[in-house]
């Protein structure tokens, strides 16, 4: 997967977002400030026009210029994170013209563990790391496996889909839900379903 896969996860994620921008926010509204689909959109918007112009030429350079942009546009606990996440990611795909299955792993692995070394939010934690680490690892395993990159994308995708939907029980206890001790129980995460969007956007992009 090359350049061209990063530049349309990245529109492909972008696109998303704006579609479930409404959704996610009410998400947030039951269980923190009801900004999120409202932060991300922004954030995104302002990736795709820098795309627009820029020309990165690496899928690292691509996932860079997603980071700090994130970074200076969405704000809120999610910009610092989601933007720590793609430097993170940048920085495992290095300049590499393309990525096999084995560095879309690695990719995955360190944008996760970013978000972990920034935010000290743990498995269960009812975050966005509860979408993130149930796709490291299934990502993992189909590497493991032998899968090819797409299908790696493809089994961390669902997996993140099914993490998402498994923080709706959880209390939180980490970033402004935690605030709410058992009224968060019922209620999904916003971050961690706007993560597997945007893993579900990446298989997408391998898939074409
Ligand atoms: P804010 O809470 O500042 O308004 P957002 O609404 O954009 O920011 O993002 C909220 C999301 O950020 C949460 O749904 C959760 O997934 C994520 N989050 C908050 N704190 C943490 C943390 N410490 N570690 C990981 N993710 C976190
Ligand atoms: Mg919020
Ligand atoms: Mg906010």
Redesign the pocket.
């Known amino acids: 997967m090359g350049t061209d896969w990063a530049i349309d996860w990245v529109r492909r994620s972008a696109a998303v977002v704006g579609e479930h921008r409404a959704e996610l926010s009410g998400l ?1 509204r039951a269980i ?2 009801g ?2 689909g409202e ?2 959109d922004r954030g995104f918007r302002a990736v795709v026009a820098k795309l627009d112009e820029a020309t990165p030429d690496t899928p690292g350079a691509v996932l860079k210029l997603v980071a700090t942009t994130l970074i200076s546009t ?6 610092p ?1 989601l933007g720590t996440a793609y430097l993170k990611a940048a920085q495992a795909a290095g300049d590499a013209p393309a990525l096999d299955a084995a560095a879309t792993v690695a990719l995955l692995a360190a944008a996760r563990d970013g ?1 972990v070394t ?4 743990e498995p269960g ?1 009812k ?3 509860d979408a993130w680490t149930p796709a490291v690892e299934a990502a993992q395993q189909a590497l493991d496996g032998g899968a090819d990159a797409a299908a790696v994308l493809q089994a961390a995708a669902d997996a993140a889909e099914r993490g998402a939907e498994a923080t709706d029980p959880l209390v939180a206890r ?4 935690s605030y709410l001790g058992e009224r968060a129980v019922g209620h999904r ?4 379903q706007s993560s597997a969007y945007q893993l579900r956007a990446a298989a997408d992009a391998a898939a074409e």
């Open positions: 947030d923190g400030d900004d999120h932060n991300l969405v704000g809120g606990a999610s910009g994170l978000v920034r935010g000290k939010a934690d975050t966005m790391i980490k970033g402004r839900a995460d916003p971050g961690a």
